[in-house]
T-cell receptor, first 114, second 113 residues
Framework: EAGVAQSPRYKIIEKRQSVAFWCNPISGHATLYWYQQILGQGPKLLIQFQNNGVVDDSQLPKDRFSAERLKGVDSTLKIQPAKLEDSAVYLC????????????FGPGTRLTVT | AQSVTQPDIHITVSEGASLELRCNYSYGATPYLFWYVQSPGQGLQLLLKYFSGDTLVQGIKGFEAEFKRSQSSFNLRKPSVHWSDAAEYFCAVGTNRDDKIIFGKGTRLHILP
């Protein structure tokens, strides 16, 4: 089966610009996660979807970050406006459903904000 | 709330030597434990997981880990490392109450030829 797809793989923007990342989870996976991984740290959960509903967005900086999963399949994460501290790798992961704890990760998008 | 501590930021071992990466967790009940590996520019790949049962779990690429409840630890081991094992290793803990896992800060493994 195809893995979790993410695009773009790399993005360089200036501060105050906007950027969007796309994720397509493994087919049939109901739960989707977005993580932020700052250099030298472990991934930090930003938002969790189950189908097209938000389960947890408590760690999402909602003044500048937004995410959607309108049809319960692929998802987009947007940052507007970007700050220097948003430079990180943004990882998408998915699991089949509730109780299936093994998360499958995409390759990530490396964002550099200058 | 659960948490994970990986006390070693960097570990350097010679090729062919044995390896042990430390992981300590904090959680009141029985945790679900994971080890992931991340090669440069790549996403995270699951090495192994512990949910219940035998406390010594085998994973891919010759790795194993042992769950020790009394020490709140889940250390990762490999008897003989290869140069291709150079990567960053993350320990993670989850629970049976939700579908979230918490990651440690990672240990970067360097291999000397």
């Amino acid at each position: 089966e195809a893995g979790v797809a993410q695009s773009p793989r790399y993005k360089i923007i200036e501060k105050r610009q906007s950027v969007a990342f796309w994720c397509n989870p493994i087919s049939g996976h109901a739960t989707l996660y977005w993580y932020q991984q700052i250099l030298g740290q472990g991934p930090k959960l930003l938002i969790q979807f189950q189908n097209n509903g938000v389960v947890d967005d408590s760690q999402l900086p909602k003044d500048r970050f937004s995410a959607e999963r309108l049809k319960g399949v692929d998802s987009t994460l947007k940052i507007q406006p970007a700050k220097l501290e948003d430079s990180a790798v943004y990882l998408c992961a998915s699991i089949r459903g509730t109780g299936h704890y093994e998360q499958y990760f995409g390759p990530g998008t490396r964002l550099t904000v200058t | 709330a659960q948490s994970v501590t990986q006390p070693d930021i960097h570990i350097t071992v010679s090729e062919g030597a044995s390896l042990e990466l430390r992981c300590n967790y904090s959680y009141g009940a029985t945790p679900y434990l994971f080890w992931y590996v991340q090669s440069p520019g790549q996403g995270l790949q699951l090495l192994l997981k512990y949910f219940s049962g035998d406390t010594l779990v085998q994973g891919i690429k010759g790795f194993e880990a042992e769950f020790k409840r009394s020490q709140s630890s889940f250390n990762l081991r490999k008897p003989s490392v290869h140069w291709s094992d150079a990567a960053e290793y993350f320990c993670a803990v989850g629970t049976n109450r939700d579908d979230k896992i918490i990651f440690g800060k990672g240990t970067r493994l360097h291999i000397l030829p």
